[in-house]
C-alpha cells in the first residue's frame, strides 16, 4: 500500500488513505487529539524543510507525461499485496483481477507505465491489509496521526506496519535484489517525492492552505474518503479510474501524444540535416490549384 512508504500526512489525505469495510464512521472519533496535533505539525514541519521541495524540483525537471507514468508504476507495484489482501479477505474474483492487472500492465504495460489492463476491461481493486482486518471484524478504534505516515486509525496503522514486512514488493525489494541498504533507502526517497508531487497536483496544498484548521480537515477527508470507498465496495462498483497526477484514465493517450511528439521532432531534425531532394517529376508535385474566379453576377 501507498501509505507504506509515506512519510506525508498529505498522502493520505488525497487518494491514499486506507479504507475499511465494515465501519460505519458516521462520527470522527479523536479522543487522542492532543498526541495527533503534536504529531501533524512535526510531520508537516519535515514536509516543509524536507519532502515539498524535493517534490518540487521534481516537478520542474521531469516531464508531465513521465511523472504519470511512474506514478503508474508505483501503483502497478501495489497490485500483488492487493491480491494477497483479496484472498485473505475471501474475494478470488477480486484477487485473480489484480494478478491480471499486473502481469498485463508489467508486460505490455512495460512494468505499468501504461495501465493497458483498464483499457481491456480489467478494473482497479486495490486492497491492503486494514481493510482485511476490518473483514476480519477488528474495529477502526479511534484516529491516529502516525509519525511520518500520517493520517490513520489504530486497525489501519497496524496495518501499515504489516505492509512494511509482508508486501511483496517490499520483500522483493530487500531480497530480491543486491541493492544496499543506502541504496534501498533512495529508492524509498523517491517513491516518496513520486507520491508527494501526486498530492500536489491532486490539490492537497491548496485545500489545506485554504482551511482555518488544517489539522481538522484533513481529519474530515480522511474519513470522508474511508466512507466514499465503503460505499463502493460494499456495492462491489468501481468509480472510473483518476489518475494521481489528475484526469481520467485517458493519460496513456497523453503518454502516446508525447512519445509521438518526441518522433517527429527526431524527423524534423533528420530533415534539416538531409539534403534536398530533386524537383522531379512536376506531376508527381502539382501546384496548389487556383480557385476559380466568382461569376460576374451584374
Not at 470522527?28 to 524543510?49: H, Q, S
Not at 491516529?144 to 496503522?157: A, E, I, M, N, Q
Amino acid at each position: 500500500m501507498r501509505a507504506a512508504v509515506s512519510v506525508l500526512p498529505l498522502l493520505l489525505l488525497c487518494a491514499c488513505a486506507t479504507t475499511g469495510q465494515t465501519d460505519s464512521l458516521t462520527q470522527e472519533r479523536d479522543p487522542l487529539e492532543g498526541f495527533n496535533r503534536g504529531m501533524w505539525n512535526v510531520n508537516m514541519a519535515a514536509d516543509k524543510a524536507l519532502i515539498r521541495p524535493a517534490s518540487s524540483v521534481y516537478r520542474t525537471v521531469t516531464p508531465r507525461p513521465a511523472r504519470r507514468g511512474l506514478s503508474r508504476i508505483l501503483a502497478n507495484l501495489e497490485e500483488p499485496w492487493s491480491f494477497v489482501n483479496n484472498l485473505l479477505q475471501g474475494k478470488p474474483d477480486l484477487a485473480v483481477r489484480n494478478l491480471g492487472r499486473f502481469v498485463v500492465n508489467t508486460t505490455i504495460g512495460v512494468g505499468g507505465l501504461a495501465d493497458h489492463a483498464t483499457a481491456l476491461g480489467i478494473p482497479d481493486s486495490q486492497e491492503d491489509f486494514g481493510q482485511t482486518l476490518a473483514t476480519w471484524g477488528v474495529k477502526s478504534g479511534p484516529y491516529l496521526v502516525l509519525p511520518l505516515f500520517g493520517p490513520s486509525t489504530v486497525r489501519d496503522g497496524i496495518g501499515s506496519g504489516i505492509a512494511l514486512f509482508a508486501d511483496p514488493w517490499r520483500v522483493c525489494l530487500d531480497r530480491c535484489t543486491n541493492l544496499s541498504m543506502v541504496e534501498k533507502l533512495g529508492v524509498n526517497a523517491m517513491e516518496v517525492v513520486i507520491l508527494r508531487a501526486d498530492a500536489t497536483e491532486s490539490g492537497a496544498d491548496t485545500f489545506l492552505a485554504t482551511s482555518l484548521d488544517p489539522y481538522a480537515a484533513a481529519r474530515s477527508a480522511f474519513y470522508q474518503s474511508r466512507r466514499a470507498a465503503i460505499r463502493d465496495n460494499a456495492g462491489d462498483s468501481l468509480a472510473p479510474e483518476h489518475d494521481a497526477v489528475g484526469g481520467a484514465s485517458d493519460g496513456d493517450a497523453d503518454l502516446d501524444a508525447a512519445i509521438a511528439d518526441l518522433e517527429r521532432q527526431a524527423d524534423d531534425a533528420a530533415g534539416d540535416d538531409a539534403a534536398p531532394e530533386p524537383a522531379g517529376d512536376p506531376a508527381a508535385n502539382p501546384a496548389p490549384s487556383t480557385p476559380p474566379a466568382p461569376l460576374n453576377k451584374e
